[in-house]
């Protein structure tokens, strides 16, 4: 499975940002993806997740209400969003998307077995 993470950018607080990830093999409709980012000097941390089907999802305390993960398993490339509005400086991060080793979601790092290459996202003050 190779993900592909994209529509990183630069924003002003308050502002906007759709960011898709791209999945090269269908396999991957069978499994939890989860968003993490890494701030500069920062370990990575979990952002967001969403189960195989859409039907669970699960959020950093400091995004919800903030963004929204969803899931079109629909397309041929299986691509997961993650929607990220009213973004904030402390919202500056790498952003990766990764596959998780099963349909649930999860929070933790080491339930992921495939990761993208992240995309770059700042937001100003």
């Known amino acids: 499975v190779q993900l592909q993470a994209s529509g990183g950018g630069s924003v002003q607080t308050g502002g906007s940002l759709r960011l898709p990830c791209a999945a090269s093999?269908?396999?991957?409709?069978?499994?939890?993806v989860g968003w993490f980012r890494q701030a500069p000097g920062k370990e990575r941390e979990f952002v967001a997740a969403?189960?195989?089907?859409?039907?669970?999802?699960?959020?950093t305390d400091s995004v919800k209400g903030r963004f929204a993960i969803s899931r079109d398993n629909a397309n041929a490339r299986n691509t997961v969003y993650l929607q990220m509005n009213s973004l904030e400086p402390e919202d500056t991060a790498v952003y990766y998307c990764?596959?998780?080793?099963?349909?649930?979601?999860?929070?933790?790092?080491?339930?992921?077995?495939?990761w993208g290459q992240g995309t770059l996202v700042t937001v100003s003050s």
């Open positions: 969403i189960s195989w089907n859409g039907g669970s999802t699960y959020y």
């Open positions: 990764a596959v998780g080793r099963g349909s649930r979601p999860s929070t933790s790092l080491r339930d992921y077995a495939y």
């Open positions: 093999r269908r396999t991957s409709s069978n499994n939890a």
